[in-house]
């Protein structure tokens, strides 16, 4: 597994089957576990091409115990927690806001380079594509 922010994080947050029988998310807790745990390490940290401030690192779990008591809601209730549907919205909106600085970069760029005697923004092509972006992301 990796997960965002795995290199630095103090307590992690687990899926893992609790019965399995059962179909991959039915079966499956979520769990609270602290980076000291015996058996729990970081392994490899991913190198992303954005979102670097929130790295992904695979975690590794070798003879790792976790305790009852470290059970997140309800055992085999991974499907009903609430944090599952969580995730798109937190993935949508790191994706916006990459998106939205990629944008304000180019229209920074646009009135700053000079082609032809005039700023680029001021060439039509141009102005049309970042109208283009800013209305993907409205």
């Not at 058996?39 to 590794?60: C, P, T, Y």
């Not at 993935?91 to 990629?102: D, E, P, V």
Request: hydrophobic fraction near 40%; glycine fraction near 10%.
């Amino acid at each position: 597994m990796m997960p965002s922010l795995g290199s630095t994080a103090s307590l992690v947050v687990v899926m893992a089957q609790t019965a399995p029988r059962r179909a991959i998310h039915d079966g499956c807790s979520y769990f609270l576990v602290p980076s000291g745990t015996p058996g729990f390490s970081v392994g490899r940290v991913w190198d992303k091409i954005s979102q670097r401030l929130a790295d992904n690192a695979e975690l590794v779990f070798t003879d790792c115990r976790v305790p009852e008591h470290a059970l997140l809601g309800t055992r085999d209730g991974a499907r009903s927690h609430p944090t599952t549907s969580g995730g798109n919205v937190e993935a949508a909106a790191t994706t916006l806001g990459t998106a939205r600085t990629a944008y304000e970069t180019a229209l920074a760029h646009a009135r700053d380079r000079v082609q032809g005697g005039r700023p680029i923004i001021e060439h039509q092509a141009v102005g049309m594509l970042l109208a283009e972006m800013a209305t993907h992301l409205e």
